[in-house]
């Protein structure tokens, strides 16, 4: 298994409550509409689902460039494994063109040049998945890779109160997203990078791709420093 995804297990156990949602068990396809655009998802249901009612909901967000049927095969379905075990729903969404509107300012990729109102879309699933699957509202978290784990980041900047947790990995904060923020926010956050990835650098503070820039970020180092200032946490960071 994924070390990050038994982390991700564990922050999502906990007890279940009200009605059962009538859903059928197993992987489906959905869509909504917002902005005139068709958005898609991908769903599971884990076989105890409709019969333990409101169960954890965990929305994973797949890396630019991919999709979420990508994530699915790199993760080797553990994910879904995960839900049959644990009892939460699953949810897929698909960026628009395969890149997440993150926050930056960025003439080269459409979701940025055209601000898709990608907080909407993901707020807009989880109402969906709460009123209509009847998914715990107190515990919905988001997962996301890369590109990914920065739009999780900017979601609970800007919806703050909505996800019980997130977790990200290798995906740092744009530097927008994070001017954003307020100063003070409620969730269990784990952030997972490597000190020797090749695209998010370290130290660096500007995504690049070859010599062409794709926006501010913040450096790994200062991403932990805001979430730790932004959770209140104490204490010093080890490398």
């Known amino acids: ?8 297990a564990l922050l999502l156990a906990g007890a279940g409550a009200a009605a059962a949602a009538p859903l059928s068990p197993g992987t489906h396809a959905g869509s909504l ?3 005139g655009r068709e958005r898609s998802y991908r769903y599971h249901v884990p076989a105890a689902y409709p019969k333990r009612g409101s169960a954890p909901l965990m929305i994973v967000l797949h890396a630019s460039r991919y999709d979420s049927e990508h994530f699915r095969r790199m993760t ?11 009892g939460f729903l699953l949810v897929y969404p698909e960026a ?35 009123d209509a699957w009847g998914a715990d509202p107190e515990r919905v978290y988001m997962v996301g890779l890369t590109q990914g784990g ?11 109160g909505t996800l019980a947790g997130l977790a990200s990995v290798s995906g740092p904060i744009v530097k927008q997203a994070a001017q954003a923020c307020p100063k003070r926010l409620s969730a269990a956050v784990l952030l997972i990078h490597g000190t020797k990835d090749p695209f998010f650098r370290w130290e660096d503070t500007t995504i690049r791709v070859g010599t062409a820039s794709f ?3 913040l450096a790994i180092p200062e991403t932990l420093r805001f979430w730790s200032g932004r959770l209140g946490c104490r204490g010093e960071s080890k490398r």
């Open 150 to 160: 920065m739009m999780a980041q900017r979601f609970a900047c800007e919806r703050p």
């Open 215 to 217: 926006g501010e970020r």
């Open 76 to 86: 080797g379905g553990e994910l879904e494994r995960l839900s049959e075990r644990e």
């Open 33 to 35: 509409k917002r902005e």
């Open 96 to 130: 628009w063109k395969k890149y997440w509107n993150d926050g930056r300012k960025s003439e080269r990729i459409e979701s940025l040049k055209s601000n898709i109102d990608d907080i909407g879309f993901l707020e807009a699933l989880i109402a969906r998945a709460v």
């Open 1 to 8: 298994m994924f070390p990050f995804l038994l982390l991700i």
